[in-house]
């Protein structure tokens, strides 16, 4: 079956960066891209981006460009999100999904949640 | 950008009950690009509904959606325990954008 298990939660300073990873498995990993949504304590649903399983076409949301990178690596099916310059309005839980073209998440990860604080 | 309106914020129904959600969209979406996701407290989002109206793989057929334009509808015909969530409309005809949620609570 198709799963996404995502790393473990952790806690930033501002400021500092963090890395949140992504492992598919149960389906042809080069045949779907990745997005990352994310969702604040007690919020909605926000789209950060897409990467194709090749990492060769991204589409960041302009929110976000020049801060976020999303990474793949086919050997072993993961996908790794960076965010830099975190500030603490970035707390949140983090998860990625598998999207076919940046369009639609049929299958979720279970989320990473990210706490920025001093 | 595409702004998504959900209404109501909340509904309070009994289970058996039909709901019915609203997602409006500040400008025309194409029916193929509107989905909705169902998202249980503490779990990741669930995919419902794309192409504004087709179930996807699993999805009880309680479950329907309809609408075009700007004005999308999903109806859940008769609630059942499990469906007592919050649900989200999401658009993809100009970047990728949520509605803010309708909690379906038990009333």
């Known amino acids: 079956q198709v799963q996404l298990v995502q790393s473990g939660g952790e806690v930033k300073k501002p400021g500092a960066s963090v890395r949140v990873s992504c492992k598919s498995s149960?389906?042809?990993?080069?045949?779907?891209?990745i997005s990352w949504v994310r969702q604040a304590p007690g919020q909605g649903l926000e789209w950060m981006g897409w990467?194709?399983?090749?990492?060769?076409?991204?589409n960041y949301a302009k929110k976000f460009q020049g801060r976020v990178t999303m990474t793949t690596d086919t050997s072993t099916t993961t996908a790794f999100l960076e965010l830099r310059s975190l500030r603490s309005d970035d707390t949140a839980v983090y998860y990625c999904?598998?999207?076919?073209?940046?369009?639609?998440?049929?299958?979720w990860g279970q989320g990473t949640l990210v706490t920025v604080s001093s | 950008e595409i702004v998504l309106t959900q209404s109501p914020g909340t509904l309070s129904l009994s289970p058996g009950e039909r709901a019915t959600l609203s997602c409006r969209a500040s400008q025309s979406v194409i029916s193929s690009y509107l989905v909705w996701y169902q998202q249980r407290p503490g779990q990741a989002p669930r995919l419902l509904i794309y192409?504004?109206?087709t179930r996807a793989t699993g999805i009880p057929d309680r479950f329907s959606g309809s609408g075009s334009g700007t004005d999308f509808t999903l109806t859940i015909s008769r609630l059942e325990p499990e469906d007592f969530a919050v649900y989200y409309c999401?658009?993809?005809?100009?970047?990728?954008?949520f509605g803010g949620g309708t909690k379906v609570e038990i009333k």
């Open positions: 990467i194709s399983a090749d990492s060769t076409n991204t």
């Open positions: 999904a598998r999207d076919p073209y940046g369009a639609l998440f049929d299958f």
């Open positions: 192409g504004a109206s």
């Open positions: 999401q658009q993809y005809a100009n970047s990728i954008t």
């Open positions: 149960g389906y042809t990993f080069s045949n779907y891209g």
